[in-house]
Protein backbone atom coordinates (compact mmCIF):
# COMPACT_ATOMS: atom_id res chain seq x y z
CA UNK A 1 0.00 0.00 0.00
CA UNK A 2 1.65 3.27 -1.01
CA UNK A 3 2.29 5.77 1.34
CA UNK A 4 -0.75 8.08 -0.31
CA UNK A 5 -3.32 5.65 0.28
CA UNK A 6 -2.51 5.04 4.02
CA UNK A 7 -2.65 8.87 4.71
CA UNK A 8 -5.41 9.78 2.94
CA UNK A 9 -8.24 8.19 5.00
CA UNK A 10 -6.59 9.83 8.00
CA UNK A 11 -6.65 13.07 5.88
CA UNK A 12 -10.05 12.78 5.33
CA UNK A 13 -11.56 12.32 9.18
CA UNK A 14 -9.31 15.80 9.93
CA UNK A 15 -10.95 17.11 7.35
CA UNK A 16 -14.21 15.74 8.43
CA UNK A 17 -13.42 17.27 12.33
CA UNK A 18 -12.73 20.17 10.85
CA UNK A 19 -16.03 20.83 9.37
CA UNK A 20 -18.19 19.48 12.31
CA UNK A 21 -16.32 21.96 14.49
CA UNK A 22 -16.96 25.27 12.37
CA UNK A 23 -20.56 24.19 11.73
CA UNK A 24 -21.02 23.95 15.54
CA UNK A 25 -19.42 27.52 15.83
CA UNK A 26 -20.82 28.77 13.01
CA UNK A 27 -24.54 27.74 14.35
CA UNK A 28 -23.62 28.58 17.61
CA UNK A 29 -22.71 32.70 16.82
CA UNK A 30 -26.10 32.47 15.12
CA UNK A 31 -28.11 31.18 17.81
CA UNK A 32 -26.24 33.95 20.25
CA UNK A 33 -27.33 36.45 17.79
CA UNK A 34 -30.89 35.23 17.87
CA UNK A 35 -31.65 34.32 21.35
CA UNK A 36 -28.85 36.06 23.21
CA UNK A 37 -26.36 34.38 25.18
CA UNK A 38 -28.29 33.48 28.59
CA UNK A 39 -31.01 31.90 26.84
CA UNK A 40 -29.57 30.14 24.00
CA UNK A 41 -28.94 26.00 24.39
CA UNK A 42 -27.05 23.31 23.31
CA UNK A 43 -29.32 22.10 22.22
CA UNK A 44 -30.29 25.30 20.40
CA UNK A 45 -26.91 25.13 18.82
CA UNK A 46 -26.96 21.39 17.76
CA UNK A 47 -30.84 22.39 15.55
CA UNK A 48 -28.33 24.59 13.85
CA UNK A 49 -26.48 21.86 12.48
CA UNK A 50 -26.84 18.82 10.35
CA UNK A 51 -25.26 16.78 13.09
CA UNK A 52 -26.48 14.18 15.06
CA UNK A 53 -26.82 15.78 19.10
CA UNK A 54 -23.90 13.15 21.05
CA UNK A 55 -21.48 15.10 17.42
CA UNK A 56 -21.29 18.05 19.79
CA UNK A 57 -19.71 17.10 23.03
CA UNK A 58 -17.07 15.31 20.58
CA UNK A 59 -15.84 18.61 20.53
CA UNK A 60 -17.44 21.13 22.94
CA UNK A 61 -18.47 20.02 26.75
CA UNK A 62 -20.91 23.32 26.81
CA UNK A 63 -22.05 26.63 25.12
CA UNK A 64 -19.45 28.35 27.58
CA UNK A 65 -16.43 26.29 25.84
CA UNK A 66 -18.42 27.29 21.97
CA UNK A 67 -18.14 31.00 23.21
CA UNK A 68 -14.86 31.07 24.80
CA UNK A 69 -13.80 29.43 20.77
CA UNK A 70 -15.99 32.49 19.57
CA UNK A 71 -13.96 34.54 21.33
CA UNK A 72 -10.46 33.18 20.74
CA UNK A 73 -11.42 33.64 17.10
CA UNK A 74 -12.55 37.63 16.92
CA UNK A 75 -9.41 38.19 19.62
CA UNK A 76 -6.87 36.19 16.92
CA UNK A 77 -8.24 38.26 14.14
CA UNK A 78 -7.91 41.48 15.79
CA UNK A 79 -4.33 41.40 17.38
CA UNK A 80 -3.16 42.61 13.90
CA UNK A 81 -5.34 45.57 14.29
CA UNK A 82 -4.13 46.57 17.29
CA UNK A 83 -1.06 46.00 16.68
CA UNK A 84 -1.03 48.26 13.34
CA UNK A 85 -2.77 50.87 15.46
CA UNK A 86 -0.36 50.83 17.84
CA UNK A 87 2.66 51.28 14.65
CA UNK A 88 0.82 54.17 13.12
CA UNK A 89 -0.28 56.22 16.24
CA UNK A 90 1.17 59.95 16.54
CA UNK A 91 0.68 60.20 20.11
CA UNK A 92 -0.58 58.40 23.06
CA UNK A 93 -4.13 60.43 23.12
CA UNK A 94 -3.95 58.81 18.69
CA UNK A 95 -3.09 55.33 19.55
CA UNK A 96 -5.41 55.10 22.29
CA UNK A 97 -8.72 56.60 19.60
CA UNK A 98 -7.32 54.70 16.78
CA UNK A 99 -6.94 51.65 19.07
CA UNK A 100 -10.72 52.17 20.11
CA UNK A 101 -11.76 52.93 17.01
CA UNK A 102 -10.43 49.88 15.52
CA UNK A 103 -12.04 47.94 17.67
CA UNK A 104 -15.31 49.40 17.46
CA UNK A 105 -15.47 48.96 13.50
CA UNK A 106 -14.09 45.22 14.05
CA UNK A 107 -16.86 44.39 16.55
CA UNK A 108 -19.50 46.28 14.03
CA UNK A 109 -18.31 44.65 11.25
CA UNK A 110 -18.09 41.23 12.84
CA UNK A 111 -21.86 41.60 14.10
CA UNK A 112 -23.13 42.64 10.54
CA UNK A 113 -21.99 39.47 9.19
CA UNK A 114 -23.90 37.00 7.47
CA UNK A 115 -27.06 39.32 8.04
CA UNK A 116 -26.66 38.67 11.66
CA UNK A 117 -29.31 40.82 14.09
CA UNK A 118 -26.22 44.25 14.78
CA UNK A 119 -27.76 44.15 18.36
CA UNK A 120 -26.34 40.93 18.95
CA UNK A 121 -26.51 40.62 22.96
CA UNK A 122 -22.97 38.67 24.56
CA UNK A 123 -22.08 37.90 28.15
CA UNK A 124 -20.69 41.45 29.77
CA UNK A 125 -17.96 39.19 31.42
CA UNK A 126 -15.64 37.24 28.63
CA UNK A 127 -12.91 35.61 30.27
CA UNK A 128 -9.15 36.94 29.96
CA UNK A 129 -7.29 33.62 29.96
CA UNK A 130 -7.74 32.00 26.73
CA UNK A 131 -4.74 32.12 24.61
CA UNK A 132 -6.11 34.80 22.16
CA UNK A 133 -6.97 36.79 24.78
CA UNK A 134 -4.22 36.68 26.50
CA UNK A 135 -2.31 37.53 23.32
CA UNK A 136 -4.51 40.54 22.83
CA UNK A 137 -3.58 41.34 26.73
CA UNK A 138 -0.37 41.34 26.06
CA UNK A 139 -0.39 43.35 23.07
CA UNK A 140 -2.32 46.00 24.67
CA UNK A 141 -0.11 46.04 28.30
CA UNK A 142 3.33 46.44 25.83
CA UNK A 143 1.66 49.58 23.86
CA UNK A 144 1.08 51.13 27.05
CA UNK A 145 4.53 49.90 28.88
CA UNK A 146 6.17 51.61 26.35
CA UNK A 147 4.05 54.91 26.20
CA UNK A 148 4.41 55.23 29.98
CA UNK A 149 8.56 54.14 29.54
CA UNK A 150 8.89 57.28 26.95
CA UNK A 151 6.69 59.46 29.06
CA UNK A 152 3.56 59.70 26.65
CA UNK A 153 1.48 58.26 29.23
CA UNK A 154 1.49 58.43 33.48
CA UNK A 155 3.31 56.61 35.64
CA UNK A 156 0.25 54.24 36.34
CA UNK A 157 -0.15 50.08 36.85
CA UNK A 158 0.64 48.87 33.25
CA UNK A 159 -1.88 45.77 33.53
CA UNK A 160 -4.69 47.88 35.69
CA UNK A 161 -4.22 50.16 32.61
CA UNK A 162 -4.86 47.21 29.89
CA UNK A 163 -7.70 45.68 31.90
CA UNK A 164 -9.10 49.01 32.40
CA UNK A 165 -9.36 50.26 28.84
CA UNK A 166 -10.14 46.47 27.55
CA UNK A 167 -13.34 46.16 29.84
CA UNK A 168 -14.20 49.96 28.73
CA UNK A 169 -14.03 48.83 25.28
CA UNK A 170 -16.30 45.60 25.44
CA UNK A 171 -18.89 47.42 27.66
CA UNK A 172 -18.84 50.80 25.09
CA UNK A 173 -18.51 48.57 22.86
CA UNK A 174 -21.74 46.53 23.41
CA UNK A 175 -23.66 49.76 23.84
CA UNK A 176 -22.48 50.90 20.90
CA UNK A 177 -23.95 48.28 19.26
CA UNK A 178 -27.28 48.77 20.67
CA UNK A 179 -27.98 51.91 19.66
CA UNK A 180 -29.23 53.48 16.19
CA UNK A 181 -27.28 55.34 14.47
CA UNK A 182 -23.61 53.51 15.70
CA UNK A 183 -21.62 56.07 15.81
CA UNK A 184 -17.97 54.77 16.40
CA UNK A 185 -15.84 57.70 16.36
CA UNK A 186 -18.36 59.05 19.09
CA UNK A 187 -17.86 56.27 21.03
CA UNK A 188 -13.93 56.06 21.03
CA UNK A 189 -13.82 59.79 21.99
CA UNK A 190 -15.83 58.93 24.80
CA UNK A 191 -13.91 56.37 25.99
CA UNK A 192 -10.79 58.52 25.18
CA UNK A 193 -11.63 61.38 26.85
CA UNK A 194 -12.67 59.21 30.05
CA UNK A 195 -9.81 57.08 30.18
CA UNK A 196 -7.04 60.43 30.13
CA UNK A 197 -9.54 63.04 31.78
CA UNK A 198 -11.74 61.63 33.29
CA UNK A 199 -15.72 62.72 33.11
CA UNK A 200 -14.70 66.57 32.09
CA UNK A 201 -13.07 64.07 29.43
CA UNK A 202 -15.58 62.25 28.28
CA UNK A 203 -18.32 64.94 28.23
CA UNK A 204 -19.53 65.82 24.71
CA UNK A 205 -17.72 68.70 22.75
CA UNK A 206 -20.05 71.65 21.69
Known amino acids: MSDAATLEPV ?3 EKTKAANRQA ?44 EALADDGARRFRPI ?18 FVAYFQFILADNSAEGRPIDERRPH ?3 MDTPEMVAVYQEVRQSLEEAIARGDA ?5 DYLACACIGMAQEVGGEMLRR ?4 VDAAAR ?12 AAKKS
Request: aromatic share 12%.
Open 11 to 13: GKR
Open 24 to 67: ILDAARAVFAQLGYEAATVRDIIRGTDLASGTFYNYFKSKEEVY
Open 82 to 99: LRLSRENARSFEDYLHSA
Open 125 to 127: VLR
Open 154 to 158: PHVDA
Open 180 to 183: NPRD
Open 190 to 201: FVTGLLLNGLPG
